[in-house]
């Protein structure tokens, strides 16, 4: 190959992501310098956060620049380096961007073990969503042995390990997803107690049947109505992890807020929110709890790898605001 | 005397509170039992919070019984005593309703040192509504010196006490509040940096000028658009201590909530909703700390105490939702 198909922001998108804000092209196939080495990249991770970091507004990263490549978690293998610290054929993950190559000087990358379990999975419960779960739920949510958590978004990236990071607290796992074959991976693949569908109606009643003691602690990857009904049955003291707001993400005007906010003061719960990335002094830590429990069986990490390339990337993205993946989202370059 | 003018809670009001939710009537003087005492009641505490005690819903304090004397916070006298540790003479504070008369066993009842200051300041800075301010500010909050604190009622009972105590802190203290006077109020009486009147318009112009490095506290005793405003000028790691949320109180149904949720989640912020019940063991220590700033001559409390009796509850009670008060709202008996 002499190419490199990237995938450049050229626009701000409105509402959902359409293939129009990226230019996607052929640039020669970049040569790294003196204490730089070229990744190929094998796999992308598609995560929600992505449709934030296209937004021109104050948020906790810059967002990306227009004529930037998208940037994005990727795993791929070292294959030219003149840096003494990564040698070819080292698979790595880091912040690579949405491109078949990148060239980086090994700041935020890490060498990956492939031996422990393959690429994609280093974009999911071994990378970032795992880090996410972990520290969202032990750190944040601080949840307890005997505890009730729900988790939004439960199949996906982020959710599945929460729910098997609260079983392994001892905690009561109650799952929310759409549709009865999310419903049926939370229970058969990733051990959730309770699945409440949010699709099949009576999500106040589902939630109630699912957590008769009450919810000690969500974890949030949705909000809006969702949230708004685990928030009247939050039980005193109660932890609200704030890791996501999906179903807003994509709006074009604010939605309405929360508007059982009352519960916050009257059951005197804590809703905080959190960044994986201020958590990184932390990550090798959450990496070797992580693996461990994977080498012991104690971990199922479920990832949903797509075909097509950079040139798939608006369409792939797009399934995460649509409910359309099953499990941690991939693209395959 | 012989008889006891009482207000007892006979139907649960929709919106604003209307006279005829009680029955004002005059009943026999009671007398102590054994190991009781009868508190002659001088002034009684108005508080945002009587609202939702008329409620039929769950939360952080059973409602008032239909039929039950209307709770209150008060001071008095002890004027019978058939308990040793209560004489007659004795200036007392407790929860004794909205009534002239009360029959006490002593629990939860509080001996006031009237030397130190009026009573019905016993039921303002050195009451609930002070050690409101000092827990919330202190230990929910976490205020730091150097930060910037902004509370929204900010001349109310419980927010003259914060502007105060954040100033003790090392904080920049401003204050949101209705109107001229109010605001000159902030200023000359309790000696906030700055003050911000909602109804002055260009809310989000004014307090982005009152605090140029952004809000690290938010004290949040009103919600709604005020809230909704300062959400997004608070900083990373901010925190927001919910005591309040005055301005849905009243609502026949829930309006919207606040739209810039997505702020905690960006901004890390952590919000927690907190009762003063909950530090019940630590009052001693809150009032000895309140008690000795006031007699330095660092805390400067502004009560409003109204006349009228027991017949005037409904009517003066509305004033805080109405914005009608200038300082803690009290009723003379």
């Given amino acids: 190959m002499t190419t490199n198909r990237v995938a450049r922001l050229i ?85 690579f961007g949405v491109q078949q190559y990148a060239i ?9 073990d492939e031996g422990l379990a393959p690429l994609p999975t280093w974009l999911a419960g071994l990378g970032m969503p795992g880090l996410t779960a972990y520290f969202g739920l032990y750190e944040v949510a601080k949840a307890q042995a005997g505890e009730t958590v729900v988790v939004s978004a439960a199949s996906g990236a982020v959710g599945q390990v929460v729910g098997q990071l609260a079983k392994l607290k001892g905690c009561r796992a109650v799952g929310i997803a759409g549709g009865k074959e999310k419903c049926r991976m939370l229970i058969d693949d990733f051990g959730f107690d309770a699945a409440v569908d949010y699709k099949a109606g009576d999500l106040a009643g589902q939630l109630k049947a699912a957590c008769p003691n009450g919810i000690d602690v969500d974890f949030e990857n949705v909000g809006g109505e969702i949230f708004d009904t685990v928030l009247t049955q939050m039980n005193p003291f109660g932890r609200i992890a704030v890791c996501g707001l999906i179903s807003s993400y994509n ?79 991939v693209l395959k370059v």
């Avoid at 090798?284 to 040139?311: C, H, M, P, Y």
């Avoid at 995460?320 to 941690?328: A, I, P, Q």
């Fill in 251 to 329: 709006a074009l005007e604010l939605p309405p807020g929360p508007k059982n906010i009352r519960c916050v003061l009257t059951m005197r719960l804590r809703m905080q929110g959190f960044i994986i990335f201020d958590f990184t002094k932390r990550y090798s830590e959450a990496i070797a709890a992580l693996s461990g429990w994977l080498k012991e069986g104690k971990l199922n990490f479920v990832t949903d790898v797509r075909e097509g390339g950079i040139d798939a990337y608006p369409d792939v993205l797009n399934l995460l605001y649509t409910s359309g993946n099953r499990g941690k989202l």
């Fill in 104 to 112: 980086s000087d090994g700041k935020g990358v890490s060498r990956v």
């Fill in 11 to 95: 626009k701000r998108p409105q509402g959902m992501v359409k293939r129009d804000i990226f230019d996607i092209r052929d640039e020669p196939l970049p040569e790294p310098g003196e204490g730089e080495f070229r990744v190929k990249i094998s796999h992308i991770s598609l995560d929600p956060a992505m449709r934030g970091w296209m937004n021109d507004a104050r948020s906790y990263v810059e967002p990306v620049k227009l004529g930037d490549v998208m940037r994005a978690f990727a795993v791929g293998h070292v294959e030219a380096s003149r840096n003494p610290q990564f040698k070819e054929g080292d698979a790595v993950s880091g912040r």
